[in-house]
């Protein structure tokens, strides 16, 4: 009768929160927004590696090498004024004026329209143009290796020996993971704050008490709302599987098999669950103490705002955690309860993380779960009771002594 | 009494230094109601959270249908807090059939019953309406529902009239004698006399966090004493009248609150002589005027 009491909580919570706007517009706003960044950071990113003009340009050449284009993009200009021209007339986007001693110093002037800036890879593409040029008296295949000397192929070595080569992917699939859960993991933890803080506001509190316990109500409060969170991450994940399998059958030449299965095996997708229903539990079950003392939303906002900072810390010490993924920074924050979370999912995807700090990472969470719960509870049990007054200090205290 | 429904044993309950409770028992009986005084800041809500398990106390214990008080315990009890209010989303039946679900009832009949109560206070019709379409007096009378819905076999009730205009009032008053009249269990709690004395069997009064009064409504009344006259006259009442503490003097109404041991004899001769008597009558003191007496004490 007591699970079924639980489960009505829970079920009200779920359904309450999932008809929200706030809710919805995340669940499909959020992987639409990721989409967006991707999508322009990746068109941005090819257009800088092509190393070809995308739009018009013009060159003057006053240095003894007396260059042609080879590019339709490409247009030379005998005269400074005849460049300004078809750059002041729109016929080009940018001039390029490779001076008398070029060959000494290397300077080249750009010109462009007041107040517009050159497109990204252009300049990437002149370089290139320049190198061609310059390499047309070299064997063809020395100067196809001084243009690109080094083509990387990463593999990586695991403990047992076996090789296996690198997945870029491995690194984005981690990190974009990471944010994902705690974009979930803090959104559904607001609804938890808020349906407690309006139920207080609402004094509704003290009838749900008279039929229910605190532990109860908590725990089913919790569940509901862990359960949206999940579903968040579901449809979440999903709609990645999707685009992944679309870009897959699309541009499986240029980009290769992503090889999903191999990016994250069953035993890693299972640590992934623990950090995240541990890292949901901790965070809820402050959040329900801090909904419990809160005279109003504001105030609960305000108050838990600061249990952001933690959470992403290790978002501030990214560059300190990819030179080191096992260093003394990485460590702490992928064993600190608060950032453990999205810090030990970011290192499992750069490094190979020893066993034995996984389970003791996770274990510290759980026992950070179990006094978070345990104190909250005692929290939320007295201070629910307490109307347009937030207990001070002494009085939390007193609550965790005597409630 | 009859059949012992709840009992609260020497309950005591102190926050930090402060006793806001000091050995405070009482019981009530089925088809009884009991009225429990104070005035604010007494301890009234503490003592009835403490009697719902919503608060623990810090010794004694509340015994409901002869057990002490469990989880399950909560089911049988309905509870119509000082502090209420509606969810500010939903529709009411749902709302209310979803609060019926936490105290074990079962959908279909929770809905059955809930509309059942929301035509017998005129709501019939709003059963599918948001709660934010309500008045203030409309959900008040959900928040009341809410409470009886389940039928409890005890029901507490901390200041239920509270908000509601002179005809709702008598609707909610009619409704709660009922249950009385089924065999339910009553705790009432409220500030407004005239209900408390006309509705109550027995009382309890707690003054800072002690209780001060308690027992059966008629031996409370006779152990104050009959020290009330009041005269119907024609004429002009003197100012004073030997023996008479206090006069309250409508024109041709007056009360007299005499002073102990005196006769009411004494104070008709005195009157024979000054005014034309209608009618005289020796009343017992009011549960207001106990109230303020021994509260003043």
């Known amino acids: ?403 | 009494m009859a059949e012992e429904i709840a009992k609260m044993d020497s309950v005591s309950k102190t926050f930090g230094d402060k006793k806001i409770l000091e050995k405070i028992s009482f019981s009530v009986g089925k088809a009884e109601i009991l009225g429990m005084l104070g005035p604010n800041g007494a301890g009234k809500t503490t003592a009835l959270r403490i009697f719902m398990g919503i608060m623990n106390s810090d010794s004694g214990n509340v015994r409901i249908f002869s057990k002490p008080f469990s989880e399950k315990t909560k089911e049988s009890i309905g509870y119509l807090p000082e502090e209420r209010g509606l969810y500010k989303t939903g529709r009411i039946l749902e709302t209310l059939v979803y609060l019926a679900s936490l105290k074990g009832m079962d959908g279909g009949k929770a809905e059955q019953r809930a509309r059942a109560l929301l035509s017998e206070v005129g709501l019939s019709e709003y059963a599918n309406s948001q709660i934010s379409e309500l008045s203030k007096g409309m959900g008040q009378k959900v928040q009341f529902i809410s409470s009886i819905i389940h039928k409890p076999k005890l029901l507490v009730l901390d200041e239920p009239f509270s908000g509601f205009d002179p005809i709702n009032l008598q609707l909610i008053k009619r409704m709660i004698l009922k249950l009385k009249e089924e065999g339910t269990a009553v705790i009432l709690s409220t500030h407004q006399m005239e209900h408390m004395e006309k509705m109550c069997d027995r009382i309890i009064m707690i003054d800072r966090g002690k209780q001060v009064l308690y027992g059966d409504l008629k031996s409370i009344k006779s152990k104050f004493g009959k020290n009330t006259i009041t005269v119907s006259y024609n004429g002009k009442l003197p100012k004073t009248i030997e023996g008479v503490m206090e006069i309250n003097d409508s024109g041709n109404y007056a009360e007299l609150k005499i002073g102990k041991g005196i006769s009411p004899n004494s104070i008709l001769k005195q009157l024979i002589n000054e005014v034309e008597i209608n009618a005289f009558e020796l009343k017992e003191p009011s549960l207001e005027e106990i109230f303020v007496e021994v509260a003043s004490r």
């Open chain 1, 1 to 403: 009768m007591i699970a079924r009491k639980i489960i009505a909580i829970a079920s009200r919570d779920y359904v309450t929160n999932i008809r929200r706007k706030a809710f919805l517009a995340m669940l499909f706003g959020f992987p639409f927004l990721m989409l967006i960044i991707f999508g322009v950071q990746a068109y941005f990113g090819s257009q800088m590696k092509s190393g070809s003009f995308t739009s018009n340009a013009g060159f003057i050449d006053y240095s003894s090498l007396n260059f042609e284009s080879n590019s339709s993009k490409l247009v030379k200009y005998s005269t400074a004024e005849e460049l300004k021209t078809a750059l002041l007339n729109k016929k080009i986007d940018a001039g390029f004026i490779i001076t008398r001693d070029y060959l000494k110093d290397g300077n080249i002037q750009l010109i462009v329209r007041k107040g517009e800036l050159t497109k990204p890879g252009e300049e990437t593409a002149l370089n290139n143009f320049l190198l061609a040029r310059l390499l047309e008296s070299v064997n063809p295949d020395v100067g196809k290796r001084i243009q690109d000397p080094a083509n990387v192929q990463t593999f990586e070595i695991d403990r047992n020996g076996q090789e296996s080569p690198g997945n870029i992917f491995k690194v984005i699939v981690g990190l974009g993971i990471g944010i994902a859960l705690i974009f979930s993991l803090f959104m559904t933890s607001s609804f938890l704050l808020q349906s407690i803080v309006e139920e207080k506001e609402n004094r509704m509190i003290e009838v749900l008490l008279s039929s229910i316990s605190a532990k109860e109500l908590m725990a089913g409060k919790v569940l509901g709302l862990g359960a949206l969170s999940l579903t968040q991450m579901a449809v979440w994940f999903g709609l990645a599987l999707l685009f992944a399998g679309i870009v897959q059958s699309q541009m499986a030449s240029q980009i290769g098999a992503l090889q999903l299965d191999k990016l994250i095996s069953p035993a890693v997708l299972l640590i992934y669950l623990l950090l995240f229903i541990g890292g949901f539990l901790l965070f809820s079950s402050i959040y329900v103490g801090i909904g419990s003392i809160s005279t109003s939303m504001r105030e609960g906002q305000q108050l838990s705002s600061i249990l952001i900072l933690p959470a992403v810390t290790p978002l501030w010490f990214m560059n300190a955690i990819l030179v080191e993924p096992n260093g003394i920074i990485s460590r702490v924050l992928s064993m600190f309860p608060l950032s453990s979370p999205l810090g030990m999912i970011i290192r499992m995807n750069l490094t190979d993380v020893p066993a034995m700090e996984i389970i003791a990472s996770i274990l510290l969470l759980y026992i950070s779960v179990l006094f978070f719960v345990w104190a909250s509870a005692k929290i939320f049990r007295a201070g629910m009771l307490m109307y347009g007054k937030r207990p001070n200090l002494k009085e939390i205290l007193l609550f965790l002594k005597e409630a």
